[in-house]
């Protein structure tokens, strides 16, 4: 499966957020990651990210395409690095 | 064919962005949006954008699905209220 990940979160918990998300998928933007997972690898994330958010103030999407290929992605602008403010 | 859309533009130019992706697609999760088009409103949604961003500083994505229903979408956390300080 490929899973797209989307969050707005308290400032307090972005960087968490965003670590979590790393361990399990690749960055995209700010506030986007993406990847294949396997469904424990999604289960796990999913537990993960549950822990440490605010349920009642903090938002997380994902997106479950069921897939063998990459979504098609188009780019407009320039891709940008990833934050290296984080580790 | 359904359309998520995110982005990360400069400030000055989030509030365009916004507005033409909101002529197109749902307002999911602040820089997220997400609809069906046709290819051709798909095509008018690119021009508009292309001809506000700043091509060297901005990023927009655009992740194309070829499906007749809506992607399965995973929701941890509260679903936000959309910005109201737009319009």
């Known amino acids: ?11 307090k ?20 990651l993406e990847g294949f997972l396997t469904k424990e690898d999604y289960e796990a994330l ?4 549950r822990s440490i958010i605010d349920s009642e103030n903090d938002t997380v999407y994902f997106y479950i395409i069921e897939t063998s290929s ?8 320039n891709a940008p690095a990833e934050f290296n403010f984080i580790e």
Chains 1, 2 share one sequence.
């Open 70 to 77: 990459r979504p098609y992605r188009i780019l407009l602008g």
């Open 13 to 32: 918990r972005v960087r968490k957020v965003l670590k979590i998300g790393r361990k399990y998928l690749n960055w995209t933007l700010r506030s986007v």
């Open 1 to 11: 499966m490929y899973v797209i990940m989307v969050y707005d979160v308290n400032v």
């Open 46 to 49: 999913k537990n993960e990210i």
